[in-house]
């Protein structure tokens, strides 16, 4: 089951429509914690009633043998019990599993110690938000029980070259490194062509549509060449906008471009820190300069603080281009480790472990 207008190859798949559209959310009002609010009622409820709602459906209708769901698929656990069939939780981000070692992603980056496990309570409060929606779903399925089977597993795709894990995680849960699908990544010829003169930095920002993406593209733009490098820039969802006054010889401008073939050429990613990016630069070899706006893009920020992969993030409000080249100029600080984390993660099967794990409970 997947939103409406995902970009994700589905070739081969059995597909059920999710009936929400993530992409036309963000184009109509951006990404930030005040837009969501302003728009719960209109716009954020009514998208999460029909994630908990038709999911629900579809797995009913389906009847799989594994029920494998984010955790924003808060009917999972219900659905799994009504069919008497295992639930696996893919937790993209370590958000809901409790520990010591970190705070939650996406709650506060300060390491609080071994109050770090309270922050999973209030990433985990969200629930109390639909509860007339799992209502629903509750009599859709014939059952009342006031808390589903948990997990019978948890799945994070993510390295353990990125995040160490926490010794107080039960068996139940497996980083499994990230999820790749085999196969050459194709770029345009106007994009191998600025990739093969050499010393460019990428940068993009995804779906990160807040703020100015004028003024942020300006500051990215002079930063770069104020370090000596040309720049490939992503514009995505609306992260970036180039005016045509910036736009040279030195500087290419593109919606969007595949990270596998781009960021093992490029000197540097300057990009938000979504766990997606961070991924595919350390693998690459490619220095990440992060500069974080929402979310778990902070949490990712510290851990490659922690581990020496990156500098100190630039937050999204203070990103200039006198602190953006500076930290142009520091990468190669950070090239040895992660070169050595990327040939860690070359030796990374993330999908085939999921794999054989699925296959284990079904």
Known sequence: ?????????????????????????????????????????????????????????????????????????????????????????????????????????????????????????????????????????????????????????????????????????????????????????????????FMAEGNFVYA??????????????????????AAGFRGLLATGLGGLEVPSELRDDDILVTDAVAHAAVLPEATAAVHHGGIGTVHAATAAGAVSVLVPFIADQPFWAARLREKGLAADPIPQRKLTADRLSAALGAAEDFRPRVRAAADTMAHEDGTGSALRIIEGLA
């Open 204 to 225: 993009g920002f995804g779906s990160m549509a807040a703020g100015n993406p004028h003024a942020r593209a300006r500051e990215v733009i002079g930063g770069i060449r």
């Open 1 to 193: 089951m997947v939103p409406d207008n995902s970009g994700v190859d589905l070739n081969g798949l059995d597909v059920v429509s999710m009936s929400v559209d993530y992409t036309a959310m963000i184009t109509q009002q951006g990404v930030s914690a005040a837009a969501a609010l302003r728009s719960y009622r209109s716009i954020i409820q009514p998208l999460m009633r029909a994630v908990i709602i038709e999911s629900a459906r579809a797995a009913l209708d389906f009847e799989p043998d594994v029920l494998v769901a984010h955790p924003k698929i808060l009917s999972a656990g219900l659905v799994a019990d009504a069919l008497s069939i295992p639930h696996i939780r893919v937790e993209i981000v370590p958000a809901l599993t409790p520990t010591s070692a970190f705070p939650a992603a996406g709650t506060i980056t300060r390491d609080l110690g071994r109050f770090n496990r309270s922050t999973y309570r209030l990433a985990s409060a969200g629930e109390a938000m639909f509860r007339r929606d799992l209502k629903d779903v509750s009599r859709m399925v014939g059952s009342f029980t006031r808390s589903p089977t948990p997990p019978a597993s948890t799945l994070m795709p993510i390295s353990p070259a990125l995040l160490h894990r926490p010794a107080n995680w039960d068996d139940t849960v497996h980083m499994t490194g990230p999820w790749k699908l085999d196969g050459p990544e194709i770029v345009s010829p106007e994009v191998a062509e």
